[in-house]
């Protein structure tokens, strides 16, 4: 049973526009979500995270909306660049027992974003 | 600051053979984990260890073993590779950051099992 969802596994956008990621979730455990991107033959890196107290975290261009009541969350990278092509995992911890340094990955998006 | 190492970069393995992955960290984070990643399926917590000597199984931990002697080093050992293993491993270590542990991965190991 996947507890993170990633509906979409691919996504292209022009660049200079905003690139809208999305992810939902079934554990209402949950209490931190995170973001990372992934280039080919990389490890993932942080990117931004969300404490399930909030519902907006912001970091430069990158932006994360957390609905707990929808148990949904979103990246928005405004505006969108050519070296944000890659991979990005919507990954949360908490869960059943508070396992707060488990993290559950979703299983990706591949952003594409064209000159 | 190395960060996270993880040596091989690559691997190719038969069927039964056995191997160790290795993993190590010059940030003296506490919280270590080994992952997985096949094609279409994200990335799966095999194992993770909270500090030394102590380690627990995550999702996958079937074939896998680890130990935790240093803070630094977290090797992954495949006892009898199957060809279902084939994947890339993903180290990482962790830093507790603000509500949770914002994790620290290296750069993997593409293994093959033929």
Redesign the interface.
Known sequence: DQQ?K?NS?SLSVQEGRISILNCDYTNSMF??F?W?KKYP??????LI?I?SIKDKNEDGRFTVFLNKSAKHLSLHIVPSQPGDSAVY?C?A??GSGGS?????????TLLTVNP | NAG?TQTPKFQVLKTGQSMTLQCAQDMNHE?M?W?RQDP??????IH?S?GAGITDQ?EVPNGYNVSRSTTEDFPLRLLSAAPSQTSVY?C?S?L?R???????????TRLTVT
């Open positions: 993170v990633q596994p209490d931190y995170l990372y033959a990389e490890g993932p890196t942080f995270s404490s995992f990954a911890s908490g707060n340094y488990k993290l559950t990955f979703g299983k990706g | 996270v919280y984990s992952y279409g399926m994200g990335l799966r917590l993770y909270v995550g993903f990482a962790s507790y603000g509500n949770t542990y914002e994790q620290y991965f290296g750069p993997g």
